[in-house]
């Protein structure tokens, strides 16, 4: 019976975050390198990933930064090919690069709409197939996607993202059907609402946004990172070596419950 330290032991693991300088992503990096994976991130901005380093120095833990656009085919095969010449090949993918647009379908551009899905839907197809062939040769890997509550509910203005996060719950699971046999494990991850700079715009300042949070929200708080983070270290681990397509959702109780009456059973 393996000990409880070696179930979460990632020592020596190549772990890729997607768009990991910051929030979600940047909390999930350094849980896997305080587990003993060998974290690369990569995000669009070198600025973003020197910060990146900087806060993992900060933890004393290193990092592999790299600079590629997660949406364009051409630079994710550069940037993998990158990974894999000085790090080795990845066994450890998370999906968490993702952008949002809050705009109403009759007033959004088409393009916009398809910029939302080509990073948050489109690009983890490109990843994970970029990323899968090296998985199956080794007959094993763990594969993490960034869904979100908007993968099971709408809500006004998020019309692309619901889109490309309902789409990846999806992709996770068919993903699943074909490379589960090859000892790969692809589960998602649906975070409720998180405190990043992501969700910022309708949090801060009173935004009356915040107010439906916290009654949709049982626990009673936003998330922080590091809830996040919490789960993407079980699934990236061996304790969740027969978890399979599942989406763990991460959100204070949000999906258990349909609303919440003022002052009605409060203690
Ligand atoms: P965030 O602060 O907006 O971070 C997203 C990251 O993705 C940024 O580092 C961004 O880099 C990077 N990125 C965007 N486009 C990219 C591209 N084409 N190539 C490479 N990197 C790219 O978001 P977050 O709140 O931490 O969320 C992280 C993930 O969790 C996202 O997928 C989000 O949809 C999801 N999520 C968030 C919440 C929440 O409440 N915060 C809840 C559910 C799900 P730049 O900053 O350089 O653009
Ligand atoms: C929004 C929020 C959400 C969160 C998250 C919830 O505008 O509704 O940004 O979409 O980011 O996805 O799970």
Redesign the pocket.
Known sequence: METIKELFDLTGKVALV?????????AIGLILGKAGARVCV????AE?LDLCREAFGKEGLSVYTLV?????EKDVDRGISQIEADQGPVEILV??????KRIPILNMPVADYKQVI???LV?PFIVSRRVAPAMIARRSGKIIN?????SVYGRNTVSA?ASA?GGLALLTRNMTCEWAKYNIQINGI??????????GPIRENGHPFNDLVMTRTPAGRW?Q?ED?ANAALFLASRASDFVNGHILFVDGGILANFGYVKGENDL
């Not at 960034?146 to 908007?150: D, F, I, L």
């Open positions: 997607t768009g990991g300088t910051h929030g979600i992503g940047l990569n995000d669009l901005s973003k590629f656009d997660v949406t364009d999906n968490n690069a993702g952008i949002i080509d990073v948050d690009a960034m869904c979100s509550m908007m993202y996060k649906g975070p409720g609402y998180i405190e990043t700079a992501q969700t998330g990172p996040v």
